[in-house]
C-alpha cells in the first residue's frame, strides 16, 4: 500500500470492552476509529475473549448504532457494567452488537477436539 492510497477495511484486533447481553456481545468504541470504519465497511468480525490461554473466539457478523440510536436497555446494560456511559461524551461513539454464528473455546488447550461449540448461530451438545 502506497503513501497515498485511500484506507481499506482489512482485519485487525483491538482490546474494545464488552457486554454478553445473552444473545450477543456489545461493545463500543469512537465513532470515528479505525474500528469504527472498518465494521461499517465489513461487519464480518471475529473476536477473541476474554484472554489469550482460555480464548473464546467467536465469529459474526456486526450490527452497528451511532450512540444516540443504541438500544436502550443494551447502553444502561453497558454503562452499569463499565461505570462509563460513551452516550453523554462529547464526541460521537458507536456500538456493535455481534451475534455469534461460530464459537470456539479452546479452554487453556493448544489443540482440543469438541473446540466448536456453536455452529450457524445452535448451540452444539
Request: with cysteine; hydrophobic share 40%.
Amino acid at each position: 500500500m502506497g503513501v497515498d492510497d485511500p484506507p481499506r477495511a482489512r482485519a485487525h484486533q483491538v482490546p474494545l470492552w464488552f457486554l454478553w447481553d445473552g444473545r450477543a456481545v456489545w461493545m463500543c468504541t469512537d465513532a470515528t476509529s479505525v474500528t469504527a470504519r472498518n465494521v461499517r465497511k465489513e461487519p464480518c468480525v471475529r473476536l477473541a475473549l476474554p484472554d489469550t490461554f482460555d480464548v473464546v473466539l467467536l465469529q459474526g457478523e456486526a450490527e452497528y448504532f451511532p450512540d444516540r440510536e443504541v438500544p436502550g436497555d443494551a447502553a444502561e446494560a453497558f454503562a452499569d457494567k463499565f461505570g462509563w456511559d460513551p452516550r453523554v461524551e462529547e464526541g460521537p461513539f458507536l456500538y456493535a452488537r455481534v451475534a455469534p454464528r461460530t464459537v470456539r473455546a479452546w479452554r487453556g488447550e493448544p489443540e482440543l477436539h469438541g473446540r466448536v461449540i456453536m455452529r450457524d448461530g445452535m448451540w452444539l451438545e
